[in-house]
């Protein structure tokens, strides 16, 4: 055999990998079933699926340990996304209220709210990945995700999904009947956004929903109606405004993929605008700020809320868009997560100050 038809063969071969080999986190079900494990080993020089040795996930029984990359248990920084926008709320909600809400009442919302955001996003992510298997072993940062490496079927990952919805239902019981109309609402925006990805170029203008409707939720739980004639107008500009926000960090996270995905066909802003991509999210931003100063023109909100959530905002807005380099992974990576703290502290950090000098 020739040189070429070597390397070849061993190019093929390493594509695979048979179940009957012992791997981890492939059950052993599968391995008697002689499934094909799909993108675990060394493919076009790409590293093989290493399991964690260090932090929370490499103290857990290896048979774990799939499931707890699903939810993303030692990826906190997604968390932000999920999270933040319930803070936000409950503190808009705590600002509007008729009646001044005690702050332990809005810490034990804040920490129920945490929770619930934790397994949400588990939720979320199992069925996001399980819809988007395929798509993920094309992409170099997705192709060792637990059901696209073969540790997790399809099956499993979609009951794994259904226990994660029952376990947040059960939350719901601890909230208002208002909160399970609104988690309703917000499962199915989730449950759509794998889809947007192969039908339009805007599968974050999707996303922007199920996260914005978190403040929604967050008044329901407060007892405080943010959809009355009174507070309809301020509560849809905060909504849209988080809406832009979750437009502007999202494209700049999907640059990390942006030359695998224009080869998967994944549809996204990034890829859209990836000439122009700063141009864009500089606009979003602006109309990101714009929301939140208008805000004023339909409540009462102090100085405190225009010097720190809309100033604070376009700071740090203009320093992110200017300051990321989306040629560059780890820094689109490292923008998107502390982000959220930079950008996200500084919209609530407005309301903190509002409701603070409120309760003084």
């Not at 008044?219 to 849809?236: F, M, R």
């Amino acid at each position: 055999m020739d040189t070429a038809s070597k390397t070849n063969l061993r190019s093929k071969s390493s594509s695979y990998h048979i179940a009957n080999e012992k791997l981890d986190g492939v059950p052993d079900s599968t391995v008697k079933n002689k499934t094909p494990v799909i993108s675990i080993s060394d493919v076009d020089g790409l590293p093989s699926y290493v399991p964690p040795s260090q932090g929370f996930l490499s103290i857990l029984p290896a048979a774990w340990v799939p499931y707890a990359q699903l939810m993303r248990l030692g990826k906190p920084g997604g968390l932000y996304a999920f999270y933040f926008p319930y803070v936000q709320g409950l503190l808009y909600a705590a600002c509007i209220a008729n009646n001044t809400i005690s702050p332990s009442r809005l810490l034990r919302e804040s920490l129920l709210f945490l929770l619930g955001s934790i397994i949400l996003r588990g939720a979320a992510c199992t069925w996001n990945d399980n819809m988007d298997q395929d798509l993920d072993r094309k992409v170099a940062r997705c192709r060792l995700r637990p059901i696209a490496r073969g540790a997790v079927s399809s099956a499993q990952g979609h009951l794994f999904t259904v226990g994660q919805t029952l376990v947040g239902s059960a939350l719901l019981t601890l909230l208002p009947l208002e909160c399970a109309y609104d988690a309703i609402l917000i499962t199915l925006l989730f449950a759509i956004y794998p889809f947007g990805k192969r039908f339009t170029n805007y599968p974050q203008f999707i996303l922007g929903f199920p996260f914005a409707s978190a403040i929604v939720m967050s008044c329901h739980a407060l007892g405080v109606d943010p959809l009355t004639s009174k507070t309809s107008p301020s509560t849809i500009c905060l909504v849209l405004a988080n809406v832009a926000w979750t437009m502007v960090y999202d494209t700049i996270y999907a640059h990390q993929d942006i030359k695998d995905d224009v080869t998967a066909g994944v549809k996204s802003m990034a890829v859209r605008f990836k000439d122009s991509t700063k141009l864009i999210t500089s606009v979003l931003g602006a109309v990101q700020v714009s929301l939140l100063v208008a805000v004023v023109a339909f409540i009462d909100m102090s100085r405190l809320y225009l010097a720190f959530t809309c100033g604070g905002t376009a700071i740090s807005l203009a320093s992110m868009i200017g300051r990321v380099d989306l040629g560059k992974p780890a820094s689109c990576a490292w923008w998107f997560k502390w982000g959220f703290w930079i950008v996200g502290g500084a919209m609530m950090s407005g309301l903190l100050a509002q409701y603070s000098a409120r309760l003084a």
